[in-house]
């Protein structure tokens, strides 16, 4: 039922910048949270960015000040610009929900997309 596909992911030369997206459907992101998860061969995954529906945002370390996470009025599309890209932010990029069961904002992501590959050249 619910489904997550994201797109705008390809290769960018370092200080470039891309948009991804992720179109939601059979969800509703009113009641919980989204995220992006970025994830390199060999490594971990890693939280890159989370929205919450009053869209207050939180991002990882690594990443803040470049990218911004932000939704559509209907939280129906998820997006993430990334500006200023390092090579270091190569990896696959997912997009991710929240059970809306478990309680607002639980940080439990039950829901992923297939996933956008991002490569960042020197």
């Known amino acids: 039922q619910v489904q997550l596909v994201e797109s705008g992911g390809g290769s960018v030369q370092a200080g470039g910048s891309l948009r991804l997206s992720c179109a939601a459907s059979g969800y509703n992101a009113r009641t919980s949270c989204m995220a992006w998860f970025r994830q390199a061969p060999g490594k971990e995954r890693e939280r890159v960015a989370r929205?919450?529906?009053?869209?207050?945002?939180n991002y990882a370390d690594s990443v803040k000040d470049r990218f911004t996470i932000s939704q559509d009025n209907a939280k129906v599309t998820l997006y993430l610009k990334m500006n200023s890209l390092k090579p270091e932010d190569t990896a696959m990029y997912y997009c991710?929900?929240?059970?809306?069961?478990?309680?607002?904002?639980?940080?439990?992501?039950?829901?992923w997309g297939q996933g956008t590959q991002v490569t960042v050249s020197s």
């Open positions: 991710a929900a929240e059970d809306p069961g478990l309680g607002y904002c639980n940080g439990r992501y039950r829901y």
């Open positions: 929205i919450q529906p009053s869209g207050d945002t």
